[in-house]
């Protein structure tokens, strides 16, 4: 048998696709537990203010820019407000399944990868806000920040007091920005394009997002790095795939016609 024929190595993606139904229940079953521990956390306004008023104090003492920086970098318009109210509100939850669909279809072994990690880093992050209720830059009046959500729209949350679907006193750490560097990390590691380091664009533009729409202060963005690096230390990513070396053919050495002759002699 040549070379040709051979079956081809087993490659880093080498394990089954896991099964889709099974993924598709485990994630939603995640995400339930998740919203579902978000809402213990509510009815702590008081305790979150203070931790809100804490947390600026820090931030300060550390000599850490001032989030209105980044605010009016935005308010110069209107229009470059409403896109960045809009990057928040639409395009961290799509952007991550996405991105998981994608390493689900093409990329098995770094699907499962990113899916632990991203799991390891929601649940830590679920602990951090029970045990660490925030009030976001917004609602913080020693801050002097603009709700530029419900100023210039769009807005994903409600008042706090009658808000159903979300805990809004959940700002450290930002999963925002936590599942959006999780997205760049897991792309780059799973892609073999020169292009792939373009990725880090989308957790820098979160950064400046989340920061500028006073939901987040760059407290909660340390926070989140901390817990993802934390989970990739735990949990390395799999081997970046390669190429396939194309394997030189071997040729059966024939003899020629006048050696043929020369052997019967």
Excluded at 122 to 133: D, I
Excluded at 150 to 164: A, I, L
Excluded at 189 to 213: D, Q
């Amino acid at each position: 048998m040549n070379a040709r024929s051979d079956p081809a190595k087993a490659g880093p993606d080498a394990p089954a696709r896991p099964p889709l139904v099974r993924e598709l229940l485990l994630v939603a079953g995640l995400f339930l537990v998740y919203k579902f521990g978000r809402h213990l956390a509510t009815g702590h306004t008081a305790e979150a203010f203070r931790n809100a008023r804490h947390v600026w104090y820090w931030e300060r003492t550390l000599l850490l820019p001032d989030e209105g920086g980044v605010q009016s970098l935005f308010l110069h318009g209107d229009t470059l407000v409403h896109v960045a109210n809009t990057y928040y509100a639409a395009v961290h939850f799509p952007a991550t399944v996405a991105f998981l669909v994608w390493l689900y279809l093409r990329r098995p072994a770094h699907y499962v990868w990113a899916r632990r990690v991203l799991a390891a880093v929601t649940g830590a992050a679920l602990a951090l806000h029970l045990l660490f209720p925030l009030a976001p830059p917004r609602m913080l009046t020693a801050a002097g920040l603009v709700d530029t959500a419900r100023v210039y729209g769009p807005s994903v949350y409600g008042p706090p007091s009658t808000d159903e679907l979300s805990n809004q006193f959940a700002a450290m750490p930002s999963l925002h920005f936590g599942w959006a560097l999780m997205l760049a990390v897991g792309l780059i590691a799973a892609s073999r394009s020169g292009l792939r380091w373009l990725w880090l664009l989308h957790p820098l533009v979160t950064l400046l997002v989340i920061v500028g729409t006073a939901n987040h202060y760059w407290l909660d963005v340390f926070a989140a790095a901390a817990l993802l690096g934390l989970a990739l230390a735990a949990r390395p990513p799999p081997h970046r795939p390669r190429c396939a070396l194309r394997r030189p053919s071997v040729r059966r050495a024939v003899p020629r016609e006048h050696e043929l002759v020369g052997a019967g002699r």
